[in-house]
C-alpha cells in the first residue's frame, strides 16, 4: 500500500471517527434528556398519587353521615350516658372508646352519630358570637401615665378593683370580702373607660368590654344567656376585668306597665343582678359599669354587694385640665410661643375627650399648612371648632350629676 493509499484510508477513518462521535454526543444528550423526563413524570406521579389519596380522604368525609349535637345529662354506673339530643327525646348511649372519661361530665355538649345516637367526640362550650366577639384585650395598653386629674378616683378604684386581684391575702387577712363592683358615673368624654382600662393594665388582667344595648335581644330569653356566657367567658379567662358601659340601657327602673319588649329587659336585668350577687362565685372577676345617667338606674342594681362603690367622674377642673393636656402634647413638635395658661382658661367646661379633640385639631391646621410646628393661633382655633357646642352639653350634663 502506497502513501496516497494510506492518507486516503487514514481520512476516511477519521471521518468515520469524527461521525461516531458526533452520534455519540447526539445519543448522550438524548439519553440525558430521556433521564430527565423520566425524573418529571416519577414527580408527576408521586404528586398524583397524593392528590388522589387526598381527594379520597375528602371523599369518605363527605360521605360520612351528619352528627346531631347533644347534652349529657347523666353518667351512669356502667359507663353509659344520658344525653338530651336536639331532636327532642332523652336516649341512654354508649361513648366512643377513644373519648376519656374525664371529659365525660353532666353539662358537656356532645357530638352524636345520627343512627346509634352514640356518643363521637365531646364539644367545646357555646359562646355566642356576640359574646365572642366583645373587645377582649390580654393587657390594654393604656396606663395610669394616660389618665390625668383623676387621683381620687383612682385611688378609689385601685382599692375597688386593683388590691383585689394583686393582694387577695391582705382582705383575708383583715377579714373582709373585696368588692365585687364598681360604678362609674359622670358625664360623657370624662375618661371613664380610660380609667377602666389603665387598671386592667396595671393588673395584668383580661379586659372584657362590653355595650349595655348589645344586651338587649329580640327574642325572650336571648339578652339573659348572653349575661350568663358572658359571666361564664369572664371566668373562664380570670382574673378578668368587665366593663359594661352605658348599663343604663338594660339597668333602667322596672315599671309595673311596660310593654313586651321593656320586659324582655328586665329579665336580662334580673340576669344580671343574679350574676353579680347570686349563688354562683364571680371569684377573681371584677364588674366596672358606667353609665352618664345614674338618675334612672334601678335600686337593685345600686345596693351594695353588686356596685359596692359609685364613683362620680367629673368634669375637668383647671388644674385637671392642665394635666391632660400635658398627657396629650406630650409627643406633638409645639412652637414655644404657645401660652396654655391661657389655653387652659378658654377651655373652662371642656372634658377630657374635648381637650384630646382641641391637641388633635390643632395638629391638622398645622398639618393643613403644610407645617411641622404646632401654633399658638392652630391651637385657639381649634378651640373654637371644638368648644362651639361642646361647652353648653358638658354644663347640661355636669347639672344633671350636681
Request: charged letters at 30%; hydrophobic letters at 40%; one cysteine or more.
Amino acid at each position: 500500500m502506497d502513501d496516497e493509499q494510506i492518507k486516503e484510508f487514514s481520512k476516511k477513518l477519521s471521518e468515520r471517527i469524527s461521525h461516531l462521535e458526533d452520534k455519540n454526543d447526539r445519543l448522550l444528550e438524548n439519553s440525558r434528556r430521556v433521564e430527565g423526563e423520566k425524573r418529571f413524570i416519577e414527580g408527576e406521579l408521586v404528586r398524583l398519587q397524593k392528590e388522589i389519596k387526598r381527594l379520597k380522604t375528602e371523599l369518605e368525609r363527605l360521605k360520612t353521615p351528619p352528627l346531631i349535637i347533644g347534652s349529657i345529662k347523666d353518667v351512669l354506673a356502667d359507663g353509659r350516658v344520658v344525653v338530651k339530643s336536639s331532636t327532642g327525646p332523652d336516649f341512654i348511649v354508649n361513648t366512643a372508646d377513644y373519648i376519656g372519661k374525664d371529659n365525660v361530665v353532666v353539662g358537656s355538649r356532645v357530638a352524636l352519630n345520627k343512627q346509634t345516637l352514640a356518643v363521637m367526640g365531646v364539644l367545646p362550650p357555646s359562646l355566642d358570637p356576640v359574646v365572642m366577639g366583645a373587645e377582649i384585650l390580654e393587657k390594654p395598653d393604656t396606663s395610669y401615665k394616660d389618665v390625668g386629674g383623676l387621683e381620687e378616683q383612682l385611688v378609689e378604684v385601685k382599692e375597688a378593683v386593683e388590691d383585689p386581684l394583686l393582694k387577695p391575702d391582705l382582705y383575708k387577712k383583715v377579714g373582709i370580702e373585696p368588692p365585687k363592683g364598681v360604678l362609674l358615673v359622670g358625664p360623657p368624654g370624662t375618661g371613664k373607660t380610660l380609667l377602666a382600662k389603665a387598671v386592667a393594665n396595671k393588673t395584668n388582667a383580661v379586659f372584657i368590654r362590653f355595650v349595655g344595648s348589645e344586651l338587649v335581644q329580640k327574642y325572650i330569653g336571648e339578652g339573659a344567656r348572653l349575661v350568663r356566657e358572658l359571666f361564664e367567658l369572664a371566668r373562664e379567662k380570670a382574673p378578668t376585668i368587665v366593663f359594661i358601659d352605658e348599663i343604663d340601657a338594660i339597668g333602667a327602673k322596672r315599671l309595673e306597665v311596660a310593654t313586651s319588649g321593656d320586659r324582655e329587659v328586665q329579665r336580662t336585668l334580673m340576669q344580671l343582678l343574679a350574676e353579680l350577687d347570686g349563688f354562683n362565685p364571680i371569684g377573681n372577676v371584677k364588674i366596672i359599669a358606667a353609665t352618664n345617667r345614674p338618675d334612672i338606674l334601678d335600686e337593685a342594681l345600686l345596693r351594695p354587694g353588686r356596685f359596692d362603690r359609685i364613683i362620680e367622674i367629673p368634669i375637668p377642673t383647671e388644674e385637671s385640665r392642665k394635666e391632660i393636656f400635658n398627657i396629650h402634647i406630650r409627643k406633638m413638635n409645639l412652637s414655644k410661643t404657645i401660652d396654655f395658661k391661657t389655653l387652659i382658661a378658654r377651655c373652662d367646661g371642656a372634658t377630657g375627650a374635648d381637650i384630646k379633640a382641641i391637641c388633635m385639631e390643632a395638629g391638622m391646621f398645622a398639618i393643613r399648612e403644610d407645617r411641622e410646628v404646632v401654633s399658638m393661633t392652630d391651637f385657639e382655633r381649634a378651640i373654637e371648632k371644638v368648644m362651639s357646642s361642646s361647652i353648653e352639653e358638658s354644663e347640661k350634663a355636669g347639672a344633671m350629676f350636681a
